[in-house]
């Protein structure tokens, strides 16, 4: 195994720092259009666990805007960050490395949670909180999209 390896688990955990969801969304719409992962995939090969991904990663985009949305940092929010890096990490780590990969992940998610949130809300002192939600969904949703594509690329 190279070093490198990990580095899609790396990626999916950064995403998950800013949207808890997005990682398993991306996931699920891999398994979805019959594109393995290299690692193997705990619950997101299941239809109820796809489609609930699926739902999750758009509700979220919603409720993100809305003005009772807790920080990402609450107990809660990090919990799904954890359990979402942890199943992404592993999806997209090499055969038998999906321990390594979960773990690479989680240590990418939870410290860069802190540094998204500050990001964020400097961004929403100076445009507010619709429109730095959006922007942060657009480049989340593409890094999420563009990490399982690379992960995946070459891959039958």
């Given amino acids: 195994m190279k070093p490198t390896d990990l580095v899609p688990s790396a990626l999916i955990g950064a995403v998950a720092s800013a949207r808890s969801m997005t990682p398993m969304a991306a996931i699920a719409i891999a ?6 992962t290299p690692g193997r995939v705990f619950l997101l090969n299941l239809p109820l666990f796809k489609f609930g991904a699926l739902l999750m990663g758009v509700g979220e985009l919603f409720g ?15 919990l799904a960050r954890v359990m979402s890096a942890c199943i992404a990490g592993s999806a997209l780590a ?8 979960a773990g690479v992940a989680v240590a990418t998610a939870v410290p860069l949670a802190y540094l998204t949130l500050a990001g964020r809300k400097k961004a929403m002192a ?10 942060e969904d657009a480049v989340i949703v593409g890094a999420g999209a563009l990490v399982v594509a690379m992960a995946l690329r070459g891959r039958r």
């Fill in 31 to 36: 398994e979805l259009a019959h594109k393995p």
């Fill in 64 to 78: 993100d805007k809305m003005k009772s949305a807790p920080d990402r940092t609450v107990f809660l929010g990090l």
């Fill in 94 to 101: 090499p055969r038998g490395k999906e321990k390594l990969g």
């Fill in 126 to 135: 100076r445009i507010g909180q619709t429109k730095s939600g959006l922007i």
